[in-house]
């Protein structure tokens, strides 16, 4: 029997900035391109839309190494904010060389309105093993730090 709690993994974090804000930027393309991956990778391709149901790819390439990793999946679930609260659901899962897509797994990006802006709960499940829980949670962490830069950026609040 495997342990699900050792296969997922949730990351909170609170912004200064409103609910709304914080969703158009885990929802909309041009806001995704800003955070999306960890630090070291710069994305080479994407066609993500978390404001919609429907596939989803992104291709990241390593800065130093030139190892391209891409990921697909699709979005399962959209609950545009209301009432402080917004949800979006995806599977996840990364193709091998031969660009074969690898076990699913998958994510939730949940905004809540809180007294000082608004958190994101970022939940990863469904992964094979602790090791790879680990490893999600660092890539994830890396992505939230300059998803901290995004929004912490000049002119962001309207953006």
Known sequence: MKDTEAEALELVRDYPVTPDRLWRAVTEPEQLLQWFG??????AEC?????????WT???IG???????????QVTKVAAPEDGQAEVGLTWAWHDDSDRRGPESHVIFRVQATE???????R???LASAEQADSHSKGW???LRKMDIHLSSPGVQDA
């Open 63 to 73: 800065r130093e190494s030139g190892t391209r990793f891409k990921v697909s999946g």
């Open 141 to 143: 962490l890396s992505a």
């Open 116 to 122: 000082t802006g608004a958190r994101l709960i970022l």
């Open 124 to 126: 990863h499940s469904g």
């Open 58 to 60: 992104c291709s990241m």
């Open 38 to 43: 960890p630090e070291g990778v710069y994305i």
């Open 47 to 55: 066609q993500m839309d978390f404001r919609t149901t429907g596939p």
